[in-house]
Nanobody, 123 residues
Framework: QVRLVESGGGLVQAGGSLRLSCTGS????????MGWFRQAPGKEREFVAA????????YYSDAVKGRFTMSRDNAKNTVYLQMNVLKPQDTAVYYC????????????????WGQGTQVTVSS
């Protein structure tokens, strides 16, 4: 199995930046497509970004495109989400997810999930 652990969340002011990391253990996720999702209170889990196993191309929701960048380092079994120009509406719990095969923007098809990390953006 693949176990995923996110880190890097926190409290930042609007316009600031954070970098989230997701590190796998148990089995390497080299060869897996990876995704980032987020969930705010009372809302459905929302697609944020995805990356193929080779690291390109990447995919982003309209809400974050141009501000967030996803990358991966398969040798370190880690994926990243660089979040710039953060807005209060980015506040959510951010989850890392993994799946075999191609990428998807649908949470239901991802096989493995991390525990989530809280990102809070203040005005």
């Amino acid at each position: 199995q693949v176990r995923l652990v996110e880190s890097g969340g926190g409290l930042v002011q609007a316009g600031g930046s954070l970098r989230l990391s997701c590190t796998g253990s148990g089995r390497t996720f080299s060869g897996y497509a990876m995704g980032w999702f987020r969930q705010a209170p009372g809302k459905e889990r929302e697609f944020v970004a995805a990356i193929t196993w080779i690291g390109s191309p990447t995919y982003y929701s309209d809400a974050v495109k141009g501000r967030f960048t996803m990358s991966r380092d398969n040798a370190k079994n880690t994926v990243y989400l660089q979040m710039n120009v953060l807005k209060p509406q980015d506040t959510a719990v951010y989850y890392c997810a993994a799946k075999g095969g191609g990428w998807s923007d649908q949470a239901a098809v991802y096989e493995f999930w991390g525990q989530g990390t809280q990102v809070t953006v203040s005005s």
